[in-house]
C-alpha cells in the first residue's frame, strides 16, 4: 500500500554532485523514517544515510560523512540525498526505503517499503 518512487542517478564526473529524490505515496499520513541503502555488484546491501520521521536525527556511513546530505519534506512526502564530492568507489545503485516507525534505523531489513533503485556511476 506504499510506494516509493525514486528519480535521479546517473553518470557524473569524479568530484561532481547528484541529487537523488524519493518520494512516497498511499499511507503517507504515518510518520515514516527514511533511509538511502546502496549496492555495488558483488557487495551487500549498505547503510548510506538515514533519517527521522522529524528530520530532526540523521545518520551517515562513515565514507560519506561530509559529502552526503539526506533531507526530508514531510509535506511533500519526499526524501532527498544530495551528493557532493562523488569518488568512484561511489558508484552502485542507490535505493531509497521507508519503514513505519518514526525512528531511524541503519538496518535493511528493518525497512518494509523500497523503491525501484537507482544507477549511479561516477568516472574518475
Known amino acids: 500500500q506504499v510506494q516509493l518512487v525514486e528519480s535521479g542517478g546517473g553518470l557524473v564526473q569524479a568530484g561532481g554532485s547528484l541529487r537523488l529524490s524519493c518520494a512516497a505515496s498511499g499511507r503517507t499520513f504515518t510518520m515514516f523514517s527514511m533511509g538511502w541503502f546502496r549496492q555495488a555488484p558483488g557487495k551487500e546491501r549498505e547503510f548510506v544515510a538515514v533519517?527521522?520521521?522529524?528530520?530532526?536525527?540523521?545518520s551517515y556511513a562513515d565514507s560519506v560523512k561530509g559529502r552526503f546530505t539526506i533531507s526530508k519534506d514531510n509535506a511533500q512526502n519526499t526524501v532527498y540525498l544530495q551528493m557532493n564530492s562523488l569518488k568512484p568507489e561511489d558508484t552502485a545503485v542507490y535505493y531509497c526505503?521507508?519503514?513505519?516507525?518514526?525512528?531511524?534505523?541503519?538496518?535493511?531489513?528493518?525497512?518494509?517499503?523500497w523503491g525501484q533503485g537507482t544507477q549511479v556511476t561516477v568516472s574518475s
Open positions: 533519517i527521522s520521521w522529524s528530520g530532526v536525527s540523521t
Open positions: 526505503a521507508a519503514r513505519t516507525a518514526p525512528a531511524m534505523d541503519i538496518t535493511p531489513s528493518m525497512y518494509a517499503y
